[in-house]
């Protein structure tokens, strides 16, 4: 079990996930439209939602305060997932289309609990940048 005086992720690992991911995710963007007959646009689009996830997480992850508070952004957004499905279920019509209230809601919830990971991500990463969190030192 790691101590909490050990960094949960060293940042050649956040580089790494971040070098490995992006390129990976447009392999199967690009086969996906192929192979699946998926339009350009939303390939592309999961993609960019994938390269987002693939990147912010692992540079969120460099400190414990700012791994945290990702993971509660997205148990947050799931949280609230499960209830919009719920309330959902219960409240419509059988074989009915999800709300737009449902689709509007996760979009929202999700955008801002994903951006917590973001804001975080981008903080360690600057902070990497000006050499406040390196490798030797961790």
Not at 52 to 77: D, Q, V
Not at 111 to 132: D, T
Request: hydrophobic fraction near 50%; charged fraction near 10%.
């Amino acid at each position: 079990m790691q101590s909490q005086n050990e960094p949960p992720l060293r940042p050649h690992w956040a580089v790494i996930f971040t070098i490995v991911s992006c390129p990976i995710g447009l392999v199967l963007a690009i086969t996906a439209h192929y192979l699946l007959y998926i339009p350009w646009p939303k390939s592309l689009g999961w993609w960019a939602v994938m390269a987002y996830l693939g990147t912010a997480f692992p540079w969120s992850s460099l400190e414990w305060p700012t791994k945290n508070a990702a993971i509660r952004g997205h148990n947050a957004f799931v949280i609230i997932a499960i209830c919009v499905f719920v309330i959902a279920t219960i409240t419509g019509e059988s074989y009915s289309e999800f709300p737009k209230w449902g689709t509007y809601t996760l979009i929202i919830t999700a955008a801002i609990g994903y951006s917590v990971m973001g804001v975080c991500g981008a903080r360690n990463f600057m902070k990497w940048l000006r050499g406040e969190i390196n490798d030797d030192d961790q």
